[in-house]
C-alpha cells in the first residue's frame, strides 16, 4: 500500500486480501473453540455464536465478501432469540462490548453475522474474528503496547484465562498488523486509545490489575490506576469464570 488512504474504506480487495494473509496464524496450536462451546448452552463457541459476540467489520471489509462469498450478511438483530441474546459487539475498532440491539459502532464499521462456526471459511474471516479476544492496548501517553483482552468475555473466553497457550506465530502477526493499521488511520489508533481507557476505567472500578501480552514478548500485570507494570510469567497470570479451578 503505497497511496495515500483516507480511511479503512479507502482499503481495496487486494489490500484486504494482504492484511488477511498476514494475519492467518490461529491464536492457539489447540482448537480453543473446543475449550469453550462445553460451557456455551447453544453448543458453540462464544465469539462464535451470535447470542453472545456479534462481529464488526470495516465496510470495506463487508464489500470484499459480498464479491467473494457468502459466508457473511448483514446482522439484522433477529438471527438469535431475543430472550437468550446477551450479545456484545466484538468490533475490529472499538467500541467493543455495546449491547444489542444498541450496536454502537464508529463510523465506517458494520455490524456482520455470519453461516456459524460449522460453515466457517478461514480464508474470510473479519480482523475482528481474528483479533479475537485481542485488541492492541494504547496507554495513556499513546504508545501501543501489545495485547490486551476485552474484558467482556474474559469469563467465557478459554484463551483469556489461557494466556500461555498464545503462539509467538499470533503474537508476531498481531502486533505487525497492527503496526500497520495504526500507524495508517488515525480514528483507528484513536478508537483503540479511547477503548483503551475505557478498559482502565472499568478495572480500576472492581480495584483490579489486567493482564497484557507486550509487544517485547513478556507478560505484565498493569495498574488500572497509574500504568505501573509488574512483570509476570504468563502460566501465572489470572484465570477467569468456568475456567478459575
Not at 496507554?139 to 484465562?161: K, N, T
Not at 497457550?165 to 488511520?185: G, I, M, N, P, W
Request: glycine share 4%.
Amino acid at each position: 500500500m503505497t497511496r495515500a488512504l483516507r480511511s479503512p474504506a479507502d482499503l481495496t480487495p487486494a489490500d484486504l486480501r494482504a492484511i488477511f494473509d498476514g494475519f492467518d496464524s490461529p491464536v492457539a496450536k489447540l482448537d480453543c473453540g473446543k475449550k469453550c462451546a462445553p460451557h456455551n448452552p447453544n453448543g458453540k463457541p462464544f465469539c462464535c455464536d451470535i447470542c453472545h459476540a456479534v462481529p464488526a467489520a470495516f465496510k470495506s471489509e463487508w464489500t470484499y465478501f459480498q464479491a467473494a462469498t457468502d459466508l457473511w450478511h448483514r446482522y439484522r438483530g433477529d438471527e438469535c432469540d431475543a430472550s437468550r441474546d446477551t450479545s456484545t459487539s466484538l468490533s475490529a475498532s472499538p467500541e467493543v462490548g455495546r449491547r444489542v440491539p444498541d450496536l454502537d459502532l464508529p463510523s465506517g464499521m458494520l455490524p456482520l453475522a455470519c453461516l456459524g462456526p460449522d460453515r466457517c471459511l478461514r480464508d474470510f474471516r473479519a480482523l475482528s474474528c481474528r483479533a479475537f479476544p485481542f485488541f492492541p492496548y494504547i496507554s495513556s501517553d499513546y504508545r501501543f503496547l501489545g495485547l490486551a483482552c476485552e474484558w467482556e468475555f474474559e469469563s467465557v473466553c478459554w484463551v483469556i484465562s489461557n494466556l500461555n497457550s498464545v503462539t509467538d506465530e499470533y503474537r508476531e502477526e498481531f502486533l505487525r498488523t497492527f503496526d500497520h493499521l495504526l500507524a495508517l488511520f488515525d480514528d483507528v489508533f484513536e478508537n483503540y486509545a479511547y477503548h483503551s481507557e475505557l478498559m482502565r476505567v472499568h478495572y480500576a472500578s472492581h480495584r483490579r490489575r489486567f493482564p497484557l501480552l507486550h509487544r517485547n514478548g513478556r507478560a505484565y500485570l498493569v495498574s488500572s490506576i497509574c500504568e505501573r507494570i509488574k512483570r509476570v510469567e504468563v502460566s501465572q497470570l489470572p484465570k477467569y469464570g468456568f475456567y478459575n479451578q
